[in-house]
């Protein structure tokens, strides 16, 4: 029997996760926060998946943290500040070499995540899936995309991408995962502050050319300088194919503004400008737009970490 894909976090990447592994047949249990959570989740009947404009519902089973089944695969869906605790409740229940899967946004979490389960194997992985959840446990897929998932440490690729194939998830074992990362990170630096800042979708950017020019070049020479010239290669370049690719989108950073939610700018910016103060890099836009970004969020009554 297939081992059990455990889900820790019912938002968008994690319900499309836990939807597509369920309807291949696939075992999945989904891990809610509290009580209150598990007793809604149970109300729902189930997670519902949006796509092509059809509804499905699938009955995925949940339970809380405190379950007593033990946990050998984890997904770990939710957001990167709410990372480390949430797998730190759950770390009594990982079996001897589970195996857990982060789809954390940005860098820092990945490694805040890997300190607390050292009896674990911790694979990042990079993803570029659309979806949004137009409603409590009901997620849309908006943008087929792709995931990359490695293990700087151990570059060996895991039996269980096989459960990924027959759930229709596109995917690829990549022994540069860090590259990738880093890569995402810059992309997202470059796009994400500058349409909150703005107030524009991906597309009014195209105005701002010369403010994106500015931070891809000094997004670049930190790419360089913290060992990663693969992630720096042509990104400017990237950055306004994917302005123009995503035109019409709203960015997830400005989607958390607009809700009302906390971004995770201390993984994206944040982290980008502390690795620029450890390399004793002078990057005047990128601290420049990250203190713009932080008042910005301090405006509108919302954590600025």
């Not at 009896?119 to 897929?141: H, K, L, M, N, P």
């Amino acid at each position: 029997m297939s081992t059990t894909w455990h889900v820790l976090g019912a938002g968008s990447l994690g319900t499309l996760w836990a939807t597509r592994l369920a309807r291949a047949g696939l075992p999945v249990r989904l891990i809610l926060r509290d009580t209150a959570r598990l007793q809604a989740y149970e109300m729902a009947g189930g997670l519902t998946l949006v796509e092509h404009g059809e509804a499905q519902l699938y009955p995925v089973p949940a339970e809380t943290p405190d379950g007593i089944e033990p946990i050998n695969r984890l997904l770990v869906a939710c957001k990167a500040y709410d990372a480390e605790k949430a797998v730190e409740q759950l770390a009594p229940r990982l079996s001897p070499g589970a195996e857990l899967i982060l789809l954390q946004n940005g860098l820092g979490s990945q490694d805040a995540v890997a300190a607390q389960v050292p009896q674990a194997r911790c694979i990042y992985a990079s993803s570029t899936e659309g979806a949004f959840r137009d409603s409590d446990w009901r997620v849309v897929f908006a943008g087929h995309g792709f995931t990359w998932l490695g293990d700087a440490g151990h570059p060996v690729a895991p039996i269980w991408l096989d459960d990924l194939s027959a759930a229709g998830i596109p995917h690829e074992w990549s022994t540069e995962i860090l590259t990738r990362l880093w890569r995402k990170l810059a992309l997202n630096c470059a796009i994400n502050p500058l349409t909150v800042l703005h107030d524009c979708r991906n597309g009014g950017l195209l105005e701002h050319h010369c403010e994106v020019a500015t931070l891809c070049g000094e997004l670049t020479e930190l790419l360089e300088r913290c060992g990663q010239p693969a992630a720096a290669e042509n990104l400017q370049q990237e950055v306004e194919r994917v302005i123009l690719a995503t035109a019409a989108n709203y960015s997830s950073m400005y989607q958390d503004v607009s809700n009302r939610r906390r971004t995770e700018i201390s993984y994206l910016l944040g982290y980008a400008c502390k690795a620029s103060d450890r390399h004793q890099l002078n990057l005047p836009h990128l601290n420049q737009l990250q203190q713009r970004l932080i008042a910005r969020l301090l405006s509108l009554g919302l954590p600025s970490d």
